[in-house]
């Protein structure tokens, strides 16, 4: 599938790859949090530059969704609840229910950002991705009424 998940690279949960593993990269030393969406093609690399501001590799935190072809480069901290637009370059760090798009990044705060990934299973029941593992949409529209 053309990925690469090093060995050294950190997830303190399961991550979600809606669209399988093709052609992903995490570097030795990125750490990703809980309940991470990584779409297709995502790099998460380390600068390895030493005379660098930004030498190391990415912190990444929970409830963070990565669109297609995004790249987070060097020692920036992603907090949580933040969305990653496709194709979007980030080497700047995210505070926390932020939405990153284009290149450069133009930051856009927002607040109680839900980035649960939700698909239809083959029952045709609306589920959700939780913890690593899938979870039913009806449980979740329950506990908010």
């Known amino acids: 599938m053309g990925s690469w998940i090093a060995h050294n690279s950190v997830f303190d949960g399961q991550p979600c790859f809606p669209h399988g593993m093709l052609g992903i990269f995490v570097s030795g030393g990125s750490k990703i949090g ?14 390895t530059l030493h005379d660098s501001d930004k030498f190391g590799s990415p912190e990444i935190g929970d409830n ?3 669109g297609a072809g995004a790249k987070i480069i060097g020692l920036v901290k992603i ?4 969305r990653i637009g496709a194709n979007a370059i980030i080497y700047k ?8 798009v284009q290149s450069p990044t133009r930051i856009v ?10 698909s239809m ?10 913890n690593g593992k899938w979870e039913s949409a009806e449980t979740l529209k329950n506990k908010n009424q």
Request: hydrophobic share 35%; aromatic share 14%; glycine share 4%.
């Open 109 to 118: 705060q927002k607040d109680n950002l839900d980035n649960r990934f939700f």
């Open 93 to 100: 760090d995210l505070p926390e229910n932020s939405v990153a």
């Open 79 to 82: 907090g949580n609840n933040c």
């Open 121 to 130: 299973n083959s029952n045709k029941e609306w589920v959700y991705f939780n």
């Open 64 to 66: 963070v969704y990565i």
């Open 34 to 47: 809980k309940n991470a969406v990584i779409f297709q093609h995502v790099t998460i690399g380390s600068n």
